[in-house]
């Protein structure tokens, strides 16, 4: 940090002016609620709908594509670009959807972006303006408003007031945090390599521990059953995600299930009242907790083991099973491919796919003794927290690495306002 401390004292020792966004950026249209002195300029980039930029998507283009999400970067060509091919160094923000913050220099077309550039590089540079903004990521979300699809105040975007130190302090700033950006992102990747190559090596132990070959019974030690003579399956009814309150009864929504449980649960996210709750089917402790229905076929089935001490109320698309079984090593089970072949054979419907309890009844496994059980249960729970505990292992270094990026990135665009 010396070198940028050194350029500070010797071009804005006093401190740096601050300017309002309008003042020094020039945008892709007219905002409503924005004086009309406050954008003398504007720079049309002609945008596309999201389903008409996805049909654009080639492999090895040379066009980038600026979407409004945030996730895998695209491209496309110039050809296929045709009349909506942009060129140039700019800044975006969503109009609507998701907050964030992207830059680029070269050719591009965009989606539904409202359109930032300097208007005038030896004062503000584009690069500078960029990590400012997503600096100020969490300030500019708050100015998204709306019921649906949220859009920005772009008054209030253009009211921003933002640091305009000389320019050699804020070319070494972007110097520092593109370096970092680089070491984070090769850091990043590694460690979600890491993380994927782990994910890999606990899927094949969880399958290769609870997979028994029926040529085999270990001695006499594995027996082969169905789940119907292990357990019984009871249908959850009536409760509605609208029947949610703050304190009650704890209860489990079906889609729950698959968006924010893991392997087991001792709490739950969500409560109904006591006079609901009388109506309602309740899992005991050591049920599981089955998701019959999902648009996606690696949700259908989906089981979670209850582990609290209280009953619990279930909604319906979902199954109670209670067994004579190891809780945890019967949602383990519910993971592996033994089980997924077999519910892939009973699964109905297209875009909404179910299984019912017959079907999932007739299901055949191994099951070793109930000591066997436990030891295997406790191998898994190593591998399952090592590789989905964000507060342990691989997760928690990735969450480390980017709010010491986040850290230094802030120190680096902080600046004190000259009288």
């Known amino acids: ?41 504007v720079i049309k980039y002609p945008y596309l709908l999201a389903n008409d930029v996805n049909a654009l998507v080639v492999k090895n283009g040379d066009v980038r594509i600026l979407s409004t999400g945030i996730g895998e970067i695209k491209y496309t060509t110039e050809e296929l670009a045709g009349n909506n091919l942009c060129n140039g160094e700019i800044v ?16 591009f077309i965009t989606g539904d972006n409202r359109i ?36 920005p ?10 640091p305009v130190p000389p320019l050699p302090v804020q070319e070494e700033v972007v110097r520092i945090l593109d370096a970092f950006s680089s070491l984070e992102a090769e850091l990043e990747a590694e460690l979600e390599a890491e993380l994927e190559a782990r994910k890999k090596q606990y899927e094949y132990y969880r399958n290769k521990l609870l ?68 109506k309602l089917k309740k899992a005991r402790t050591g049920d599981l907790i089955i998701a019959t229905t999902s648009e996606n076929v690696e949700d259908v089935g989906k089981a979670v083991a209850w582990l609290g001490n209280e009953d619990i109320c279930i909604s319906g698309d979902a199954f109670i099973y209670h067994h004579n079984q190891n809780p945890k090593y019967m949602s383990y089970l ?12 009973c699964i109905t419907g297209v875009k909404v796919m179910r299984i019912n ?53 802030n120190k680096l665009l902080t600046f004190e306002e000259a009288a």
């Open 1 to 41: 940090m010396s070198k940028i401390d050194d350029l500070i004292k010797q071009y804005c020792p006093n401190g740096v002016q601050f300017k309002e966004l309008w003042e020094l950026t020039s945008w892709d249209k007219k905002f409503n609620g924005v004086e009309k002195e406050k954008q003398k300029k």
């Open 92 to 107: 975006a923000i969503p109009w609507g959807g998701t907050p964030n913050v992207k830059y680029y220099k070269g050719k």
């Open 116 to 151: 930032a550039t300097s208007n005038d590089t030896n004062v503000l540079s584009n690069k500078f303006l960029y990590y400012w903004m997503s600096n100020n990521i969490e300030l500019i979300s708050s100015f998204y408003r709306g019921a649906g699809i949220q859009h």
């Open 153 to 162: 105040s772009m008054k209030a975007v253009l009211s921003l007031k933002i």
């Open 211 to 278: 997979t028994f070959d029926k040529n085999t019974t270990g001695g006499g030690r594995i027996k082969f059953m169905q789940l119907e003579e292990v357990g019984t399956f009871i249908r959850g009814n009536g409760l509605q995600k609208k029947d949610f309150t703050d304190t009650g009864v704890g209860c489990i929504h079906y889609g729950q299930i698959y968006t924010y449980y893991g392997t087991f649960a001792e709490r739950t996210k969500s409560y109904v009242s006591n006079n609901l709750a009388e």
């Open 334 to 345: 519910f993971q592996t491919n033994a089980f997924f072949e077999q519910k892939k054979k």
């Open 357 to 409: 309890d017959i079907a999932m009844s007739k299901f055949k496994f191994g099951f070793p003794p109930i000591e066997e059980q436990e030891r295997i249960v406790a191998i898994l729970d190593k591998f399952d927290s090592l590789v989905n505990d964000i507060s342990e292992g691989l997760p928690a270094e990735l969450t480390a690495r980017r709010q010491q990026y986040e850290y230094y990135r």
